[in-house]
């Protein structure tokens, strides 16, 4: 089955440093896959995503993301975040794995920027 | 509406009873999804429904959980001889169509006493 790993449980960051949250997902076929991010109290919210073409997507808020299929990779970036950006971040997959309509969660990261 | 809707925000019942979560789609959405979160996971699937029929139940943890969507649009969620394991946000979200971007709603907390 389909599944997705998140490497970092809790990231903590000063302002304007770098982030880079990594994903990785099992299955070797064609995905889709997302990225969500929860806010403090609010819902889940699509920040970005990937379906074909180019594998450096860009998102909203300055963020992007890089798929590279060799590694099942789908690492989160943004160069300089924000106390703004305080929240905790979902890798999702979509398709493969025998189940093509599932979409499946890493267990998040939780972001903490301090100001 | 505009966005998936989800009723109650909060549900507290006792051990033993039966609960309904309801879910309201975005308009049109053909796929829903049901997912469950418990604090310091990400979203668990449960089950997703292409109109009127469950695509993929695979998630449902147990027979005491069953799901419905008889239209093809509101969906209920159904839990029965409820346990404190079950207290956790349901998370709804619905999609266009299959393998698209869905959209979540704000959840129902259901805490089991």
């Known amino acids: 089955a389909q599944s997705v790993s998140q490497h970092n449980h809790h990231v903590i960051l000063s302002e304007a440093a770098s982030l880079e949250l990594g994903c990785n997902y099992s299955?070797?076929?064609?995905?889709?896959l997302f990225w969500y991010v929860q806010y403090p109290g609010q819902h889940l919210q699509l920040l970005l995503k990937?379906?074909?073409?180019?594998?450096l997507v860009k998102g909203i808020k300055g963020f992007e993301a890089e798929f590279i299929k060799s590694k099942f990779s789908f690492n989160l970036r943004k160069p300089s975040v924000q106390w703004s950006d305080t929240a905790e971040y979902f890798c999702?997959?979509?398709?493969?794995?025998?189940?093509?309509?599932?979409?499946?969660f890493g267990k998040g990261t939780k972001l903490s920027v301090k100001p | 509406g505009a966005g998936v809707s989800q009723t109650p925000s909060n549900k507290v019942t006792e051990k033993g009873k039966y609960v309904e979560l309801r879910c309201d789609p975005i308009?049109?959405?053909?796929?829903l999804y049901w997912y469950r979160q418990s604090l310091g996971q990400g979203p668990e699937f449960l089950i997703y429904?292409?109109?009127?029929?469950?695509?993929?139940d695979s998630g449902l943890p147990n027979d005491r959980f069953f799901a419905v969507r008889p239209e093809g649009s509101v969906s209920t969620l159904k839990i029965q001889r409820t346990e404190r394991g079950d207290s956790a946000v349901y998370l709804c979200?619905?999609?266009?169509?299959?393998?698209?971007?869905?959209?979540f709603g704000q959840g129902t907390r259901l805490t089991v006493v």
């Open positions: 979200a619905s999609s266009s169509t299959v393998l698209t971007e869905a959209f």
């Open positions: 299955y070797g076929g064609t995905v889709n």
């Open positions: 990937y379906f074909s073409g180019d594998p």
């Open positions: 999702a997959v979509i398709g493969g794995g025998g189940s093509q309509g599932n979409l499946i």
């Open positions: 308009s049109g959405h053909t796929a």
């Open positions: 429904f292409q109109g009127t029929g469950a695509a993929d």
